[in-house]
């Protein structure tokens, strides 16, 4: 990975009447094809209102990305307009902040803003815009005004480096243009056709976007736990039901939890997906560095951070199980929140279901989380199970001794809750479907749902600690 730096310097005078002619430069790095590339805004919340009607440095630059947003196809801006992340120049994560440092470096003499460029041979890591706070700023159009400047001009200018644009007057040879990527900020305010032409000449052409096509499956399964050494790993199971092949997304996300709220994220996961017999498929460290990055994205499914893992996979029925741990930086960081999802993106007649994962049951956040969607249109009955003190019977050492469990819908409501399954009202139901748990201090529920979000919490009873295993059955009759 290599850092590029680049500044916004100021013009001594505007810029001449010059003829028009595209010459803009392109720094050689670009983001995947079809990426969301997520801005992260850490700037103050004051300053507002300014000379456009901006309410503050935030509105000014999420209004500069929509800009750019409008000339871009095969990649566009998402914004984390106030994001709780501290901006850092080796995180993988993009961010806008201002500051009177360059992460601790000296602002040069006369430097308005610097975007910092992380790449991998040519696809974009990382890319940083901070503003340099010793300046007076505020957001206006038209020509310069002494003493203050456009805080929205130079966010257009900064974001085009982030995009992967350079300097054309800087260029070699140096391109005479009229261009907001000029490395002198100016009277110019707004993009002009120069710097359109070279965005579009990186994001313009690309791989048609895809959408996973409609069921009324469970289409999104994930579980949310602590990550250890060891047999510690988060550790998911699925089964690809029916007679045909399934295809789908798996994701091992760790280090943007940050973003909400997650104070101790698996900083750096690395994903292995196994078949029945325990051999390995394939694995994920950074996503953006398989074969399959732009198909991730295209499905708009690509993580949000480059150290995070995705797998696109096409799977013959059958049992799998996808393993997330630490991958090791030799930095002694191998512990951390992190969160394992599969999508099933129904273009075959196969289906994804049936979804376990083990995991450590520690106490607050580190609980044991299932997530999952109930897609289509119509209604759908599940068993949730929490497994604990059965596990030591497969040589899982420290299992949860009493699990106790919780399904909640999208808005956080409490659907229905199961200490010990043999008291629970659907303990008959659930021993008719064959899967009633072992061990009587084990949990389980029934639940009939419509379409949308769902949660389960597995916790342990008197905040007790240890291995558990969350279970998620689809009730529906498999496909043929």
Known sequence: MKNRLFLAAVAVSSLFSIPLSFGYALEGESW???????????????????????????????????????????????????????PSGNDADTSVSMSNTIYGDAFGSRVLAVTLVTARNSTMIEADTIFN???????????????????????????????????????????????????????????????????????????????SNPSSNLVNLSTRAFVGTGENALIGGFIVQGSQPATVILRAIGHSLRAFGITNPLNDPIMELHNSSGGIITTSDDWIDSSDATTIASYHLDPSNSRESAIFATLNPGNYTVVVRAFDNHD???????????????????????????????TGDNVLIGGFIVGGNQGKQVVVRGIGPSLAGF?????????????????????????????????????????????????????????????????????????????IYDLSPPPN
């Open 395 to 471: 040589g899982i050492t420290g299992p949860l001794s009493d699990p106790t469990l919780e399904l909640h819908d999208g808005a956080g409501t409490l659907i229905s809750s199961n200490n010990n399954w043999a008291d629970g009202p659907d303990a008959a139901a659930i021993q008719a479907e064959g899967l009633a748990p072992s061990q009587p201090a084990e949990s389980a529920l029934q639940a009939s749902l419509n379409p949308g979000n769902f949660t389960a919490i597995l916790r342990g009873v008197n905040n007790a600690t240890g291995v558990a295993v969350v279970e």
């Open 133 to 211: 706070s010793a300046n007076s700023f505020n957001s206006y159009r038209g020509p310069l005004q002494p003493g203050v400047y456009d805080f929205h001009r130079i966010a257009l200018h900064e974001f085009g480096h982030v995009l992967g644009l350079d300097h054309p007057d800087q260029a070699n040879p140096p391109q005479n243009v009229v261009a907001i990527m000029n490395s002198m900020v100016s009277d110019i305010d707004s993009l002009q056709p120069d710097d359109i032409a070279g965005a579009q000449s990186i994001y313009s052409n690309g791989p048609p976007y895809q959408t």
């Open 332 to 362: 002694g960081d191998l512990t951390g929140v992190g969160l394992v999802e599969l999508y099933d993106l129904h273009t075959t007649g196969g289906r994804a279901g049936n979804i376990s994962s083990r995991g450590q049951v520690l």
């Open 32 to 86: 995947t094809p079809n990426r969301t590339v997520l801005m992260h805004l850490s700037l103050p919340a004051g300053g507002g209102p300014f000379q456009d009607g901006s309410g503050s440095f935030g509105d000014s630059a999420e209004d500069a990305l929509n800009i750019w947003n409008q000339y871009l196809v095969h990649m566009k801006f998402a914004v984390d307009r106030n994001s709780i992340l501290p």
